[in-house]
């Protein structure tokens, strides 16, 4: 089945740690985004990528970092810097037909400071 | 630049009622137009989208109309049922431009 598959479903931070948080798709998408979602809010974009070996920043950035070496992987590294860590993670791709573009979401990941 | 506006929530309703959830956008030319659905716990499913005026994007028995004279893009159910109790977003994306979300209206349906 294609589809975009998030990793893990839980993670656990200690302070001053860095964790990196995983999302796979093969279907094929050439564009990847990194969603950071608060309780009861919206989504906020933290950092996109529209090619291998390509990323750019979005709104938040700040104490994040990615890498985009294989078109299928785009892991999300938070590091120590982010001081308010705990949220949910959504991560996504995206087809683009004519000038169109579609975006599909994996299942999330919840990262919880201990 | 762009922006969606969505109802406030949390909306409740009882089994087999009506549904409105009202999605309002800004943005210059013609943007396309989506509506996620974000069951708990979950990640977001898209439910239907729109990518040009008049078009009727409908899932699942769910509807919603591109209206461009109103730059409205509401979503509406005949019927709804408690699995519908979710957290709906509208949004839109325009070219190259990056995904803008409303703020998410949460459902609840009661039995």
């Known amino acids: 089945d294609g589809g975009i598959t998030q990793s893990p479903k839980y993670l656990f931070r200690k302070e001053g740690q860095n964790v990196t948080l995983s999302c796979e798709q093969n279907?094929?998408?050439?564009?990847m985004y990194w969603y950071r979602q608060d309780p009861g809010q919206g989504l906020r974009l933290i950092y996109y990528?529209?090619?291998?070996?390509?990323?750019q920043k979005g709104d938040i950035a700040e104490g994040y970092s990615v890498s985009r070496e294989k078109k299928e992987s785009f892991p999300l590294t938070v590091t120590s810097a982010q001081k308010n860590p705990t949220a949910f993670y959504l991560c996504?791709?995206?087809?683009?037909?004519?000038?169109?573009?579609?975006?599909?979401f994996g299942p999330g990941t919840r990262l919880l400071v201990l | 630049g762009n922006s969606v506006t969505q109802m406030e929530g949390p909306v409740t309703l009882s089994e087999e009622a009506f549904l409105t959830i009202n999605c309002t956008y800004t943005?210059?030319?013609?943007?396309?137009l989506f509506w996620y659905v974000q069951y708990p716990g979950e990640g977001l499913q898209l439910l239907l989208k729109?990518?040009?005026?008049?078009d009727k994007g409908s899932n699942k028995g769910f509807e919603a109309t591109y209206r461009k004279e109103t730059t409205s893009f509401h979503l509406e159910k005949g019927s709804v049922q408690v699995s519908d109790s979710a957290v709906y977003f509208c949004?839109?994306?325009?070219?190259?431009?990056?995904?803008?979300f409303g703020q998410g209206t949460r459902l609840t349906i009661n039995p």
């Open positions: 949004a839109l994306t325009q070219g190259a431009q990056k995904l803008v």
């Open positions: 996504a791709s995206s087809i683009q037909v004519g000038a169109q573009e579609t975006q599909y």
């Open positions: 943005a210059t030319g013609y943007p396309s």
């Open positions: 729109a990518t040009k005026a008049d």
């Open positions: 990528s529209q090619i291998v070996n390509d990323f």
């Open positions: 279907l094929n998408h050439d564009a």
